[in-house]
């Protein structure tokens, strides 16, 4: 698959506020996504991650919110194999978390619920920063969270010129942000 054709769907599946999945049905109709990843898996080219795979503000962002004693998480619509690979970073974080190993996908209610019992305060004192409107930000502040969206990445570049962004608590740039907005900077 040509990355840059990908890169095209995708995009316009965003713009069209379609699942990304439609990105490869537009790229090679008829994939079998569950199949093919099955495949690379037993190919050995299966789901993987390392340190060069993070925004490089993302370490400094983990380990600043951490010494001042917050409780950090990750959490996203990810397969059970990204919580290995995480943790084999050893990120400075309290848990990791992938919808697959919950059985739960973001946007539903029940993931949010998760990640409030994940952290052990009510839903009020839990900011959730994320780079989506539709799975992140909206369905965080529904839950109770406050809500901040980055303008990163496909979704955030795209989802920064909808409506909906007005709905997030703050819109950030970078994770080096976030410490100050949270009033823990370094």
């Known amino acids: 698959m040509e990355p840059t054709l990908l890169f095209a769907a995708l995009g316009a599946a965003i713009a069209a506020r379609q699942d990304h999945r439609e990105a490869f049905a ?6 079998d996504y569950p ?8 190919a050995g080219r299966g789901w993987r ?3 060069d795979d993070l925004y490089p503000d993302a370490l400094d962002c983990l380990r600043s919110l ?9 959490a996203g619509n990810q397969p059970a194999a990204a919580v290995d690979a995480l943790a084999g970073l050893g990120l400075p974080v309290d848990f990791i978390a992938s919808s697959e190993r919950w059985g739960v ?5 029940v993931f949010f ?5 994940e952290v052990g305060l009510p839903a009020r004192s839990i900011v959730y920063v994320g780079d989506r409107l539709d799975n992140d930000v909206l369905p965080a502040k ?3 969270m406050r809500a901040v969206f ?3 990445g496909p979704w955030g570049i795209v989802h920064a010129t909808w409506p909906e962004v007005a709905e997030a608590d703050a819109r950030i740039e970078s994770l080096a942000e976030v410490p100050a907005l949270l009033g823990r900077e370094a």
Do not use: F, Q, T, Y
């Not at 199949?35 to 037993?42: I, Q």
């Open 105 to 109: 996908n973001k946007p539903s209610p």
């Open 113 to 117: 619920d998760r990640v409030v019992a």
């Open 142 to 144: 529904r839950a109770g």
């Open 66 to 74: 951490r010494d001042h004693g917050l409780v950090v998480g990750l």
């Open 35 to 42: 199949a093919e990843a099955r495949a690379k898996d037993a």
């Open 49 to 51: 991650l390392g340190g």
């Open 26 to 31: 537009m790229v090679r109709p008829g994939l």
């Open 150 to 152: 980055i303008r990163r």
